[in-house]
């Protein structure tokens, strides 16, 4: 076998074992510090990505380098072990979706479907007919003929949705496409996607605001802060396991218990709180902690019922709060932090009230140990 046929199986044994997305060490700079710096994450085929984080945090830069819209300074983007930084955007075989839903109003909507096969070269005919099918899986074959102004939003956006997936990309990348939405249209729009990006078999990386969003979309999650990610993972490890204060209060209510480790324990106020052994290996005595404790794992009881299992402080009742499906206590413990409580309305807790004397508790396999805040 001479070289040159070596080279070309291994590569092609090896474009089958690869992950669909490598972003390595990706960063761009527009001039004002970097706007996105450093990131890497691996996709694999199938996986639902979602991007997470403030405004202004580099998730649309990231996507742009992805798409091809922007050129990274530094690092390299691979699509099943291709290398793409230098490859038009055409070229890419990529699907993406805008949250301005950017439909050409003069076409029909079957036109603004096919136009990205016509775009690369296949005959209108066959063009017209994939986009009926595309039409097919966002459920509007009775909008085919239709101008795009005369569609509701949410049908807008499906249709940029048959646009994107009509060419069957490898890659779809949606940018908050249901930003516009309101509330009902949104929570139907996320099933949709879902389903359909299950069906196609399609590797998705999606950006959103919205962490309920990103919860009932993703298997993984980058929580992005300043340009780089902060945390990569399943939405239980972030929400269960954040790494720092920043991608806990973005997952999610928490309490936040700040202190000390001393002698294995968090010196927190007065109190000497147990932590988990994990972070007792992770952090050096004397290091500033923070507790990430989520509400509904904080249990309530009167004080004279006070549980034995784990840590259990007295505190009074501050304020309770009715949301319906569960009560909130806002507790100040005796040891001098707050914490709150959230507890589900069968658990018959309304005979507490403001003022009351009562028992918190919680398991420390229960919390999350992360760097303290820095003030
Ligand atoms: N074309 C550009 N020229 C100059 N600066 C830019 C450009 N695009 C983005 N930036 C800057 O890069 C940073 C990251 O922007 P980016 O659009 O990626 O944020 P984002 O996370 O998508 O925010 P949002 O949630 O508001 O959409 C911001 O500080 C932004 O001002
Ligand atoms: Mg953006």
Same mark, same amino acid.
């Given at each position: 076998?001479? /070289?040159?046929?070596?080279?070309?199986?291994?590569?092609?044994a090896?474009?089958?074992?690869?992950?669909t997305?490598?972003?390595?060490?990706?960063?761009?700079?527009?001039?004002?510090?970097?706007?996105?710096?450093?990131?890497s994450?691996?996709?694999?085929?199938?996986?639902f990505? /979602?991007?997470?984080?403030?405004?202004?945090?580099?998730?649309?830069?990231?996507?742009?380098?992805?798409?091809?819209?922007?050129?990274?300074?530094?690092?390299?983007?691979?699509?099943?072990g291709?290398?793409?930084?230098?490859?038009?955007?055409?070229?890419?075989?990529?699907?993406?979706?805008?949250?301005?839903?950017?439909?050409f109003?003069?076409?029909?909507?079957?036109?603004?479907?096919?136009?990205?096969?016509?775009?690369?070269?296949?005959?209108?005919?066959?063009?017209?007919?994939?986009?009926?099918?595309?039409?097919?899986?966002?459920?509007?074959?009775?909008?085919?003929?239709?101008?795009?102004?005369?569609?509701?939003?949410?049908?807008?956006?499906?249709?940029?949705?048959?646009?994107?997936?009509v060419?069957?990309?490898?890659?779809?990348?949606?940018?908050?496409?249901?930003?516009?939405?309101?509330?009902?249209?949104?929570?139907?729009?996320?099933?949709?996607?879902?389903?359909?990006?299950k069906?196609?078999?399609?590797?998705?990386?999606?950006?959103t605001?919205?962490?309920?969003?990103?919860?009932?979309?993703?298997?993984?999650i980058?929580?992005?802060?300043?340009?780089?990610v902060?945390?990569?993972?399943t939405?239980?490890?972030?929400?269960e396991?954040p790494?720092?204060?920043?991608?806990?209060?973005?997952?999610?209510?928490?309490?936040?218990?700040?202190?000390?480790?001393?002698?294995?324990?968090?010196?927190?106020?007065?109190?000497?709180?147990?932590?988990?052994?994990?972070?007792?290996?992770?952090?050096?005595e004397?290091?500033?902690?923070?507790m990430?404790?989520?509400?509904?794992?904080?249990?309530?009881?009167?004080?004279?019922?006070?549980g034995?299992?784990?840590?259990?402080?007295?505190?009074?009742?501050?304020?309770v709060?009715?949301?319906? /499906?569960?009560?909130?206590?806002?507790?100040?413990?005796?040891?001098?932090?707050?914490?709150?409580?959230?507890?589900?309305?069968?658990?018959?807790?309304?005979?507490?009230?403001?003022?009351?004397r009562?028992?918190?508790?919680?398991?420390?396999?229960?919390?999350?140990?992360?760097p303290?805040?820095?003030?």
């Amino acid at each position: 076998m001479n /070289t040159k046929t070596a080279a070309t199986l291994s590569a092609a044994a090896s474009s089958q074992d690869e992950p669909t997305l490598v972003v390595d060490q990706v960063s761009k700079d527009f001039g004002a510090g970097n706007a996105v710096d450093g990131v890497s994450f691996t996709l694999e085929k199938g996986q639902f990505l /979602t991007m997470l984080g403030p405004s202004g945090s580099g998730k649309s830069t990231t996507l742009n380098m992805i798409a091809g819209f922007l050129e990274p300074d530094s690092g390299s983007i691979k699509l099943r072990g291709r290398e793409l930084t230098s490859l038009a955007p055409e070229k890419r075989n990529i699907g993406m979706v805008f949250q301005n839903y950017s439909l050409f109003p003069h076409m029909s909507v079957v036109r603004n479907v096919a136009f990205p096969l016509e775009v690369r070269g296949v005959p209108k005919k066959e063009a017209i007919s994939k986009a009926h099918k595309a039409l097919e899986l966002v459920e509007l074959s009775a909008r085919a003929g239709f101008s795009p102004r005369q569609l509701s939003g949410g049908q807008q956006q499906r249709v940029a949705l048959a646009r994107a997936i009509v060419f069957e990309p490898e890659l779809l990348l949606m940018d908050e496409p249901l930003g516009a939405l309101d509330k009902r249209l949104r929570e139907s729009m996320q099933i949709e996607i879902k389903r359909i990006s299950k069906e196609l078999g399609a590797t998705v990386v999606f950006v959103t605001h919205d962490q309920e969003e990103a919860l009932t979309m993703s298997d993984q999650i980058a929580i992005y802060n300043n340009g780089r990610v902060e945390q990569f993972g399943t939405s239980e490890d972030l929400y269960e396991r954040p790494t720092s204060v920043f991608v806990a209060n973005f997952m999610g209510e928490s309490n936040l218990v700040q202190g000390k480790l001393s002698q294995g324990m968090l010196r927190a106020g007065s109190a000497n709180l147990a932590v988990p052994s994990d972070a007792l290996r992770r952090f050096a005595e004397g290091t500033g902690l923070g507790m990430i404790l989520r509400p509904e794992q904080v249990l309530i009881s009167p004080e004279h019922m006070a549980g034995a299992a784990g840590a259990s402080m007295p505190g009074i009742i501050r304020d309770v709060i009715y949301l319906g /499906t569960s009560y909130r206590y806002y507790v100040s413990t005796d040891a001098g932090f707050d914490v709150q409580s959230r507890v589900p309305r069968q658990h018959e807790h309304s005979t507490l009230r403001t003022g009351d004397r009562v028992s918190v508790s919680w398991s420390p396999e229960h919390v999350a140990v992360v760097p303290a805040l820095q003030d």
